[in-house]
Nanobody, 118 residues
């Protein structure tokens, strides 16, 4: 059974940085398109960044130039480097398989909370 575990969140001041990690067990991530999602209080979950199995990336406009998604296939891990954080980036961040989310079969983990506040 596949399990995705997110980590790396925390409290950071505006303008600060964090790197989130998503480690998988039970499935080799390298052959899947992956995404980082976030859900802010009172809002729907949204796709923030995505990376294909071939390494192509795309981002929601609000994080372009500030966030970078990457993957380390040897470590079966997907990362999200977040720079120049803003209060509106505050949310619980999750990683997941793009296809699973699109077809509605994704199982969500606990996520990792990012709070941007002074």
């Amino acid at each position: 059974q596949v399990q995705l575990v997110e980590s790396g969140g925390g409290l950071v001041q505006p303008g600060g940085s964090l790197r989130l990690s998503c480690v998988a067990s039970g499935r080799r991530l390298s052959i899947y398109d992956m995404g980082w999602y976030r859900q802010a209080p009172g809002k729907q979950r949204e796709l923030v960044a995505a990376i294909t199995s071939g390494g192509s990336t795309n981002y929601v406009d609000s994080v372009k130039g500030r966030f970078t998604i990457s993957r380390d296939n040897a470590k079966n891990t997907v990362y999200l480097q977040m720079n120049s954080l803003k209060p509106e980036d505050t949310a619980v961040y999750y990683c997941n398989f793009r296809t699973g989310v699109l077809i509605g079969t994704a199982v969500w983990g606990q996520g990792t909370l990012v709070t941007v506040s002074s």
